[in-house]
Antibody
Framework: EVQLQQSGPELRRPGSSVKLSCKAS????????MHWVKHRPEHGLEWIGW????????KYAQKFQSKATLTADTSSNTAYMQLSSLTSEDTATYFC???????????WGQGASVTVSS | DVVLTQTPSTLSATIGQSVSISCRSS???????????LYWYLQRPGQSPQLLIY???NLGSGVPNRFSGSGSGTDFTLKISGVEAEDLGVYYC????????FGAGTKLELK
């Protein structure tokens, strides 16, 4: 069974950074792309980008080009997303999602909450 | 960027009622290979999104057949034939023909 286990809630000061993890089980992360999605209740879902863990290739939504950095560690079967220069606008829940092919995000992590506050 | 416009933003339904959600794209989602990368997801309160429909009209694994998707080009529809209590939440369309974009969501609530 495919499972994505995300790291726990984070509280950060404005201007700092945070690194979230997404550990996959039930498959090798090198087999599929991994997406990251931002959720704020008043803004809905926003696609941040994807990483191909096999070769490290990444693609970002223009809005998140300088905000997010996606990486992957194949030895631990884990994907990561670092968010930098945090502001209150980055307060959200972030999901990782496996792309099973054809752009289908058919397995999701439970979400990781990030709160940015002074 | 491709903009997906969902209507209505809120939908009130009774159990057993059939409802539809519209998703209109600012550009055609048909690619040069003849594929249309349009999906529907449901996010129940406090949960992760789950796939309902992929490539316009294909039912995701384990998704009840009261859900159906249709459309082409720029106009797409999700239909629920007989709403059940477990269907309440926010529905999102998403496109992956031109990078990835989500619609703003349609909240389905009980009348």
């Amino acid at each position: 069974e495919v499972q994505l286990q995300q790291s726990g809630p984070e509280l950060r000061r404005p201007g700092s950074s945070v690194k979230l993890s997404c550990k996959a089980s039930g498959y090798s992360i090198t087999d599929y792309l991994m997406h990251w999605v931002k959720h704020r209740p008043e803004h809905g879902l926003e696609w941040i980008g994807w990483i191909d863990p096999e070769d490290g290739e990444t693609k970002y939504a223009q809005k998140f080009q300088s905000k997010a950095t996606l990486t992957a560690d194949t030895s631990s079967n884990t994907a990561y997303m670092q968010l930098s220069s945090l502001t209150s606008e980055d307060t959200a829940t972030y999901f990782c999602a496996m792309d099973g092919g054809l752009g289908v995000m058919d397995a999701w992590g439970q979400g990781a909450s990030v709160t940015v506050s002074s | 960027d491709v903009v997906l416009t969902q209507t209505p933003s809120t939908l009130s339904a009774t159990i057993g009622q059939s409802v539809s959600i519209s998703c209109r794209s600012s550009q055609s989602l048909l690619d040069s290979a003849g594929n249309t990368y349009l999906y529907w997801y449901l996010q129940r309160p406090g949960q992760s999104p789950q796939l309902l429909i992929y490539l316009v009209s294909n039912l995701g694994s384990g998704v009840p057949n009261r859900f159906s998707g249709s459309g082409s080009g720029t106009d797409f529809t999700l239909k629920i034939s007989g709403v059940e209590a477990e269907d309440l939440g926010v529905y999102y369309c998403m496109q992956a023909t031109h990078a990835y974009t989500f619609g703003a969501g349609t909240k389905l609530e009980l009348k």
